[in-house]
């Protein structure tokens, strides 16, 4: 048996959770609603406050599904209920990241500002050198939080660049001057 696939989903006060036909799950909750269409072959049902997953046959594929839309409806019903929020922090002489409207806009070294808008349903914020990310699908924001930090990459030398709060840089020796 999966141990996370069998594990039942707890919901929260003030989070409805709707099953229709062909698994396609809404989430309803006080920061928004969101909707997915999970695989059909596993079998979703509400008992008294909680959402059970199970799986019709122990086939390689059955286990793997089983696990995953068990926590897909858990990162569903968190996101709704609390939100999922993801801080870069942007390190290097000149490098700089404002905020104009629903626009994100870096200097980051090139010869031009590097802009970037605000998917829909996210929001970035900036505070001095950390950019934060918040929204309710815990899929796009760590999507948008990536293609953030893929426009400077932080560098093993300097460490200059944009990387995550908790990423650690494995620093590199540089060059060593002649004698």
Do not use: C
């Amino acid at each position: 048996m999966s141990r996370i696939g069998r594990l039942p989903v707890t919901i929260p006060a003030g989070v409805t959770v709707e099953i229709k036909e062909k698994n396609h799950v809404t989430v309803k909750g006080p920061k928004g609603t969101l909707e997915k269409a999970l695989p059909v072959e596993m079998e979703i049902k509400l008992e008294d406050g909680t959402v059970v997953v199970s799986r019709p046959n122990d086939l390689k594929k059955m286990k793997s599904l089983h696990g995953l839309t068990r926590s897909l409806i858990q990162n569903m019903v968190t996101g709704v209920h609390e939100g999922y929020k993801k801080e870069l922090e942007v390190n290097g002489v000149g490098y700089r990241a404002a905020k104009q409207g629903k626009k994100l806009v870096l200097n980051l070294g090139f010869s031009h500002p590097v802009e970037m808008e605000d998917p829909e349903g996210l929001e970035s914020k900036v505070d001095g050198n950390k950019i934060t990310v918040e929204g309710i699908d815990k899929q796009q924001v760590g999507q948008y939080a990536a293609e953030i930090r893929d426009k400077r990459r932080p560098e093993p030398y300097k460490g200059k660049g944009i990387k995550y709060v908790d990423e650690v840089i494995r620093r590199k020796v540089g060059k060593t001057g002649k004698k």
